[in-house]
Structure formats: C-alpha cells, structure tokens
C-alpha cells in the first residue's frame, strides 16, 4: 500500500530527517511505500492533523504545543526548565518515559490517534536585538510567540511582551522591528535564515523543542501483526537515527550561522544567570495544572520521575 | 464620471425577494441579515485590528485572541458573502462567450449553470455539515479565545446552503419566467451599476 | 485524471458558470478519484476554510476598506490631483505614476491583491479620465501590481529562502534589479501607448497650481506616510497598517472633510464585504484545487517524464520557468513554491546553479503566473473591485505578460540583473 506521512518542516529539517528515515526503513522491509508531504503542502498543521483524524494521512508528525488544542496535556512540554539539555539525558528520557509511553497513549486515543513516539529537535534558544542577561533585558521587548497559553504565560513571567504573530510574517517582522525577539532551536534558526534579522542568539537552556508522531488509530488497528512490528522497527531505527543526527547538531548550526554573519553574538547564560528564569517556571506549573486538563497533575508527576530516572541512569 | 464603488451599492431596502408569500418575506429578512453581517463583520475586523496595535504600543499588551477573532470574521464575511453575491448576481464569471450565444441558447445554459452551481454548493453545504460536526466531536478549542473551532466555521454549511437556494431558485426563476434571469433578483443585462454586469 | 481535471475545469470556466465552480469541479473529481467516493469531501471544506484563514489574507479586505473610503470622499482626489500637478503635463504621465505606485505600495504592502485595489481602486477612473483604454488600464494596474513580490518585503521569497535554505537577505536584493527593470519597461510601453493613441495631456501647472495641490493633499499626504514609515518603520505589520489606513481615512472622510456619512460608511463596509466574499471563495476553492495537485503528487509525475538530471543550466532554468508559470496559472504562488521547490533543488544543486538567481526567478514566474489567465488571483481581484468583466480585466494583459516573460529570459542570460546588487551588497 501506499502510506502518507505529513510533518511540519522542510524535507531536511529535524523532523524531515525522522521522516526520511521512516520511509526508508519501511520501504527496505515491507512492500508498502510512503509518500512525504513536508510543511505547508497539505494545509496547515491543524489541517493535517485533522487528515490523519480522519485517515486521509496514516502518519503524521506534530508538536505537543499544537496538539495542545486537542490535548491539554501535551502542553506539559512548555513548561520552562522541565526537560534537561544534555543530550543523553533526554535520549534516554523520551526512550523510557513512563508518562510518554504508557501516559500519553490513550490520550491521543481518544483522538483516534495512535502515539507511535515523541522525540527532541533540540535546544530553544532566544534570538533578540539586545542582547540578554537576565529578565530585565526582556522588559517591553516584543516578543514573537507561538499562541499557546503556556508559552504566552512563560515569556509574560519573562518579563517579555509576548507577541502573536502568524510563522510567514516573522522575518519581516524582525527585520522592520515589530517585534525584537523569537525563540527557537539553532537548527531551525539556521534553515530559516531567521539570523538574518537578528543580532543576538542566547541560550537560557529554558526548554527543549519536543515533538510527536502518530497515525491514525483506525489505520493502526487494521494492520496485521506483521506490519505493526514493521512500523514500530521503523519508528525504533528512525528514533535512533534522529538522536545521532542531532547529536553536535546544534553546535553545527550555530557554526553555520557564525560563519554566515560573524557579528552575531551567540551567548550561553551561566547558572547564576539563569536563575531569574528559573524562578519564574512554578508560576507557569501551576497555570498548565489549570489548563492542563484531567491528567494534568499525574502527567507531570510522572515525567518528574521519568525524569529523575533518567538523570540517574 | 463619478468613482465606481459610490452608484453600486445595493439598496437593500428595494430588494424584492424573487419568492412568493411568506417564502419572499422571510428570503428578504435573510437578505436584510447577510447585509448586516458584511458590514459589521468589516467594521470589527479593522476595529480588532486596530485595538492589537493601540494594546501593542500603549499597553504593552497584545491582543492574543485578535487574530482568531478574524478569522472568525473572515469566514463569517465570506460565507455570509457569497450567499448576498448569489442573490444580487455578484459572482465573478468569464462570460464573454455566454454573452456571445443566441438568447435561447443563453436561457438553457442559464439554466443549466444555476442548476449545477446550486448541485454543488448543496453538496458543499452537506459536507460542511460533517466537517462542522466532526470539529464539535473532537473537541479541538482555538488557542487564544479558548472557544471550540467550530463556532467559528458554521457559517461554512450555512453558507453554501443560502447560495445553493439562491442558485436553485433562479434555475426554476429562469424555466418559468421570460428573459434570462442571472439571479432571482437580477435580470441579465440590468444595469445597476452604470457599467456592465460581470 | 490531470487531464480530466484541467479540462473541465476549462470547459467550465469558458461556459460561463461561476468562478468558484471550475475550481470546485476540479477539486470534486480530484477528491472523488482519490478516494474512490465522496467519503472524504470533508476535507475539502477543511481546505476551502482553511484557504480563506491565513492572517496575512487579512490586509486584502482592510485596504479595499480603506481604498473605498478613500475614493467616496475627497482623499484619493486629492492625492491625484497633486500627482497629476507633476506629471499631467507628460505624455503618458499619469500610466506611469501609477505603475510607480503599483510598485511601491505592492512593495511596501507585499500584497498584489491589496495593491490591485488600493492603488487601482482610485487610479483607474482617471486614467479612464484621461483618455486611456479600459484593459489597458486594467491591464497595467494588474500587471504592476505583481512587481510586489520582486521588491522587499515578498513572502513569496521569504517561502523560498526557507524550503530551499537560500539566504533570505540576498534574495531581497537580488529581487530589486528585475523589479525596477520591470518598471521601467512598462512606463516605456505606458508612453508608446499614450502616443499612439494620443491621449492627450494637461496643460503645464504653475508652481501656484502645484503649491494649491500639495495643501489641499497635506492631510491625505498621511496614507503614504502611515504605509511605508509604518511598515518600514517597524511600527506595524501590513495588515495593521491597512486597518490604521482605514481609521485614518475614517478620521480624514468623516471628521475633516465631513464627506462621509455613517450611512455611507455602512454601505462602504458592506461593499467591501461582498467583494472580499466572491474573492475569498476563489481564494478557498484554489486552496482545496492545490490540496488535490499536492496530494495526487501531480508535480513530480509530470516533471518525472522529462530528463530534467540531463539538461544542463539553461535547460534547468527554462523547465522551472515554464512549471511555475504554468503552476501558479492554476493554484495558489505560496502552494507551487511549497510543492515545485522541493523537487527542483537537487537538479539546481547538481548543475552548480546560484540559489539566489533561482529564487528571482522563480519569484518572479509566480508574480506573472498570479496575473495570467485562467486563475491567476490578482485577475479575479481585479473583476471583483472594478466590476469588469472577466474577458476585459484580461484582454490587455497579452503585451505586458511579453515584457515579464522577456525580464525572465534576460534574467537567465544575464544573471547580473539579479546579482549585481546582490554581489555588490554581500561583497561576492
Ligand atoms: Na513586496
Ligand atoms: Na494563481
């Protein structure tokens, strides 16, 4: 059969890559085909999620952030300072999870979506016009953000205006000056020539871009053993493979953009600095135990311990 | 010559609905109510947008529902629109061979190309319907206003229901009348705008 | 089913049914054939909405809202009256100024569409005035208007830049050279046609004369200032600085120059919403038409058949003209970038071409794509605002769609078009 497989990047961005690897695997070792649609070629990422809802699409990548508005839950992965940075840590982490792997799951069943794997795409970093220190550099900087309750929430407790403004018209925006910062990981700072129109990239070390990928749980279901144990190989060596990919990714990235505008200045905030920040992450805890729906506490009880879990091992 | 947009302006008020009886007074109140919808959902639109900006630069305080809330303006408007552009022959097509045909043969394709275009925007209206409930079961809530999707996109199935019956009507308009109607209310070649109809 | 599809699509179309219906037709066929049913049509709602949403969409309502005040009162009039103090006098002055216009506020605003109507919207009736020919008038406003996306800010490059990792920046400046050559090329053509047809001219004005236009546009002088010290100021983005347009010529038509009513601005909005409405269901049938090209991967079967690994860089740069022009004559220029960019970048990798020179050229296939016929948008932008009918808007454009197509060749043979700010900018 012919299977498609929706993302939200391009082809080699982070989750072009995972998905590549996907069909790869599942093309060497089964008779079926995948077709790749990337960013924006099916609609929107409400759109394709809705198709693989409704089996149009099998598979289908998306970030927690966006599911948010299907599963509150999924937003846990915006709280600040909850996922660790070292890269082998959250390897392990989103491998062995307990809330990822046997939590999640039924909550995106009851989307008719079945929870194949989260992975990370790396570390979020700031980009800004001034550079920054601490909170107080962030006061009246308008500040682009996704709209998502927590995120709005995270960069308000910042001390940041946080800005709403549609993906498309943010380099625009940067380079006019509408808004004077944006966050995401160095990867996708780099492929978005977003470094263009920006002068100061900071790592607060405040979150780790985390995503998911499903299919369609009617979909699943139907397939013989066979083929399942195909897809969850397939998903296994994918995940493998993203994590080796990305392993120096970052610092790659953030190479490539030195390179390309040398006057950048790329600075990494040290403990002490980062603990203005720091402080502020409880005030965003307890706004997603509101909104985070039923399991909102239980999930994040058990990704602490996942998380300890993994910090130990 | 004076500027285009000032003598095109529809008058609602000598709109007659092309249906008889009660039928006719409840299409003119339905017409009465998508004109209002256009306007007011124009008027908010740059209100909202201009509220963003004055929260932006005053109050430091973006408005984080205002561009949910024109989106939910921009499908009010084009739903309630092209019901209203149905029902005053508004619709944009490429006529230049249709003008060209002998009046026989332009009533039966008037006929056919309102019968079809009322075909599709039923199916439209019906499929819109599973789309809106298929929305309302699975939950899903806009971001910002926190409000289900769905109550922003049920213009959608109205919509297309409203021209459908607008289309529909002026096929039947055109089998039981003389002259070639392009809307129930609109005569081909009626000339309310001082220049061509489109 | 490709051939189907477009076949009765234009079938439809010549047949005079409604716009929408060839679009929808094409869709209908590509969903039922895909998945063997109707089973899915659900989605092509989703896309028909979800084609309408996009915020940036939002500018196009705000400024044919802001034009339409502008033009029942006095504003726009007197913004005129001093352009045509200047160049009145100049044989085919007043085709050119609006060509300039077209192109500065296209590149300020970055959308054709709003351009189409903003600056159209109040031109048109005194180039018609002046003694110029309706589908040439039609014609030059549509076409210049497409110079938005050459000239900084274009979402058309900043989607490019991103699917293919092209610097952003140099695609902007690279996109200056064809602009303004485009310009200049089309107030050429603006002044043969004023000779030919001897439009005639205005008398000289006197300095008096011009010193009168120039208060009595002070006021209205604050639109241009709002646009591009707005948007290039950082103060707003373009569809906020539409919506600040609208409160100004609010401010201007009803407070000022008391020549507007609250009655009048009822019927403004609500003319303004019926046009938005029959543009925007194109705009949303479009989006599902795409839908059905992307997901029946229609692009890369057609592109499959032609040996593009053999051609060399010409062969290259010709084959993607010819798909995004033909590409952007059916769907949406935003939609083709996604689809087309992806397939051809090994291609221009392999052959060693610059990135930058692609983009421009690309960048500039979609523009002319947006105004050519059958489903170019910016023609049914045009229909729509001025109420003309289709064959009209379109039976000027012939000429002018030559002068893009000749830019594009020039460009692929003379790359320094493009380039040379660029090299001159980035130091390569
Ligand atoms: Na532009
Ligand atoms: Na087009």
Redesign the interface.
Request: no cysteine; glycine share 4%; net charge negative.
């Given at each position: 059969d012919t299977w498609r497989y929706a993302f939200e990047e391009a082809m080699d961005e982070v989750q072009g890559k995972f998905a590549q690897k996907f069909k790869e695997e599942i093309e060497a070792n089964s008779d079926h085909e995948i077709q790749l649609f990337p960013f924006g070629t099916l609609g929107e990422s409400a759109d394709t999620m809705e198709q693989a809802q409704s089996g149009i699409l099998q598979f289908v990548d998306q970030s927690p952030g966006f599911t948010g508005a299907l599963i509150p839950e999924a937003q846990v992965f915006f709280v600040p300072y909850l996922l660790p940075q070292d890269e082998e840590q959250l390897a392990s982490f989103f491998k062995n999870s307990k809330a990822i792997n046997e939590l999640f799951p039924p909550l995106y069943a009851e989307q008719g979506l079945e929870l194949l794997t989260m992975f990370p795409e790396g570390e979020v970093m700031m980009t800004t016009a001034e550079a920054v220190t601490g909170p107080d550099d962030l006061d009246e900087v308008k500040f682009r953000v996704m709209t998502n309750p927590l995120l709005v929430e995270s960069y308000r407790a910042f001390g940041a205006t946080p800005t709403p403004l549609p993906w498309g018209e943010v380099y625009g925006a940067l380079q006019t000056g509408i808004i004077q910062g944006q966050e995401n990981p160095a990867f996708f700072i780099e492929s978005t020539k977003m470094y263009e129109v920006t002068d100061h990239i900071t790592r607060t070390g405040h979150n780790n871009f985390t995503t998911a990928v499903m299919a369609n749980k009617d979909f699943y279901d139907g397939l013989s053993e066979e083929d399942q144990t195909v897809i969850a190989d397939a998903i296994d060596a994918a995940f493998d493979y993203i994590i080796d990919y990305q392993k120096g990714l970052t610092e790659e990235s953030l190479e490539k953009i030195k390179e390309a505008k040398p006057s950048i200045t790329i600075t990494t905030l040290s403990d002490e600095e980062r603990q203005p920040f720091m402080d502020t992450a409880d005030s965003v805890e307890q706004e997603f135990l509101e909104i985070g729906g039923d399991q909102a506490q239980e999930i994040l009880d058990q990704l602490k311990a996942d998380l300890e879990a993994a910090a130990d091992s | 010559?004076p500027?285009?947009?000032?003598d095109?302006?529809?008058d609602d008020a000598g709109y007659v609905s092309g249906l008889p009886g009660v039928l006719g007074v409840v299409d003119a109140a339905v017409a009465r109510i998508e004109?209002v919808?256009?306007?007011?959902?124009?008027?908010l639109?740059?209100l909202n947008?201009?509220a963003?900006?004055v929260g932006?630069?005053l109050l430091?305080?973006?408005l984080?529902f205002?561009?949910?809330l024109?989106?939910a303006l921009?499908?009010l408007?084009?739903?309630?629109?092209?019901s209203?552009?149905a029902r005053h022959g508004?619709?944009?097509?490429?006529?230049?061979?249709?003008?060209a045909a002998p009046p026989r043969l332009r009533k039966a394709?008037m006929v056919v190309?309102a019968a079809?275009?009322a075909a599709?925007m039923f199916?439209?209206a019906w499929?819109?319907v599973?789309?809106v409930s298929?929305q309302a079961s699975?939950?899903?809530?806009?971001?910002?206003l926190?409000i289900p999707?769905w109550w922003i996109?049920v213009w959608?199935p109205l919509g297309f229901f409203l021209t459908g019956l607008q289309y529909a009507l002026t096929a039947i308009k055109n089998m039981i009348h003389k002259d070639i109607w392009l809307s129930t209310s609109t005569l081909e070649g009626y000339d309310d705008?001082g220049?061509?109809?489109? | 089913m490709t051939l189907a599809i477009f076949g009765t699509m234009i079938l439809l179309l010549l047949a005079g049914f409604p716009m929408m219906i060839p679009l929808i037709a094409g869709s209908l066929i590509g969903f039922v054939a895909l998945f063997g049913g109707m089973g899915q049509l659900d989605t092509m709602v989703q896309q028909i909405l979800g084609g309408i949403r996009p915020a940036s969409l939002i500018a196009v309502p705000m400024f044919i809202f802001a034009a339409d005040i502008m033009t029942r009162g006095q504003s726009a009039s007197r913004l005129i009256d001093l352009v045509m103090a200047f160049v009145g006098h100049l044989k085919g002055g007043l085709a050119v100024s609006t060509a300039a216009a077209c192109t500065l506020f296209g590149a300020v605003s970055g959308s054709t569409q709003a351009t189409v109507v903003a600056v159209g919207g109040p031109l048109r009736p005194r180039m018609l005035r002046a003694g110029y020919g309706d589908s040439f008038s039609l014609a030059l406003i549509v076409n210049a208007s497409d110079i938005a996306f050459l000239i900084p800010p274009s979402i058309g490059m900043i989607i490019y830049g991103v699917v293919s990792g092209t610097s952003i920046s140099e695609l902007f400046i690279a996109g200056i050279g064809p602009g303004v050559l485009i310009l200049v090329l089309f107030s050429i053509y603006s002044w043969l046609y004023a000779r030919r047809h001897d439009v005639p001219t205005e008398p000289r004005a006197s300095w008096p004369e011009r010193g009168r236009a120039m208060r009595r546009a002070l006021w209205p002088l604050g639109f241009p200032v709002i646009i591009v010290g707005g948007i290039y100021g950082g103060i707003f983005s373009p569809t906020e600085a539409a919506a600040a347009c609208v409160l100004y010529a609010l401010i201007l038509e009803m407070v000022v120059f008391r020549e507007m009513s609250v009655k009048q601005l009822y019927a403004t909005a609500k003319s303004t919403g019926l046009i938005t409405a029959v543009v925007f269901i194109l705009v949303g049938a479009g989006a599902a038409f795409s839908y059905v090209i992307s997901f029946a991967q229609i692009p890369q079967q057609v592109l499959g058949g032609i040996g593009i690994d053999e051609m060399g860089q010409y062969g290259v740069l010709f084959t993607i003209s010819i798909a995004f022009f033909v590409g952007c004559m059916f769907v949406d220029p935003i939609v083709v970038i996604l689809i087309l960019v992806p397939i051809f970048a090994p291609v221009v990798d392999s052959v060693g071409l610059d990135p930058v020179l692609v983009g421009t050229i690309i960048t500039l296939q979609v523009a002319i794509g947006s105004a050519t016929p059958p489903f170019g948008c910016d023609i049914f932008t045009a229909i729509a605002v001025f109420k003309r009918p289709y064959a009209e808007v379109v039976k000027g454009t012939p000429p002018f769609i030559l002068m893009l197509l000749s830019v594009a060749v020039l460009l692929i043979f003379f790359p320094q078009i493009a380039l040379f700010l660029r090299d001159l900018a980035f130091d390569k």
């Open positions: - | 010559m500027s285009p947009a000032i095109d302006d529809i004109a919808l256009l306007a007011v959902g124009v008027l639109m740059a947008t201009i963003n900006v932006r630069y430091s305080q973006s984080f205002s561009e949910e024109n989106q921009i499908v408007i084009t739903f309630a629109g092209i209203y552009a508004r619709h944009i097509r490429m006529s230049a061979f249709f003008d394709m190309i079809v275009t599709a199916l439209l499929y819109a599973q789309y298929a699975r939950g899903r809530l806009l971001p910002a926190q999707v996109i959608a705008t220049e061509e109809e489109v | -």
